[in-house]
Structures are given as C-alpha cells and as structure tokens.
Nanobody, 114 residues
C-alpha cells in the first residue's frame, strides 16, 4: 500500500521560510512525478510545484522565485523550500505522486500570519 506522509508545516510570519517534506513508501519512487498542491479554505486544490522523474521542475506563477521543489530518490523524499512567505500562501499543502497511479498525502497546514 503506497503512502505519502508530509511534514514541516506550521505558523510563520510574513517574509519567513518553511521547508516541507514528503516521504513516500510502498511505491517505486524514482518512477513517479512528484508534486506539491495546496488548498486554501473555500478554494480548490491548486498545483504549486512539480518535479518529474528526471528532475525537470515546474512552478505556479504565484510562487516562482520564492519556492523550490527538490527530490531525493535515494531517500524517497520530495521537499518544498518556501521563502518570502506571504499570507496568501496560507493553505493545507498536499504531496502528490503520479505515474500509472496517483497517490495523495493527508497534507500539512501552513499558516502565514503576523
């Protein structure tokens, strides 16, 4: 049974940084494209950043230059470094693995507030 477990969320002031991590198990991690999505209260779940199995990255316009996605195939992890955080980044962040099947993590909450 594949499982994705996120960690690293919390409360941070505007302008601060957080690093989210997602650990995958039960799947051949290196085959999967990995992504981070976020869902703010009352809004749809939106793509934040993705990284392919060979390391190509893609970012939502709203986070370009502030967020960096990376993966470690040896550790089955995908991280999201978030800098210069804004209140509008407040959301539950979900890890996603996609290949011939798609898996989701339960999410980790990020709150950006003074």
């Amino acid at each position: 049974q594949a499982q994705l477990v996120e960690s690293g969320g919390g409360l941070v002031q505007p302008g601060g940084s957080l690093r989210l991590s997602c650990v995958a198990s039960g799947l051949t991690f290196s085959n999967y494209a990995m992504s981070w999505y976020r869902q703010a209260p009352g809004k749809e779940r939106d793509l934040v950043a993705s990284i392919t199995s060979v390391g190509a990255t893609n970012y939502a316009d709203s986070v370009k230059g502030r967020f960096t996605i990376s993966r470690d195939n040896a550790k089955n992890t995908v991280d999201l470094q978030m800098n210069s955080l804004k209140p509008e980044d407040t959301a539950v962040y979900h890890c996603n693995a996609k290949w011939w099947k798609t898996y989701w993590g339960q999410g980790t909450r990020v709150t950006v507030s003074s």
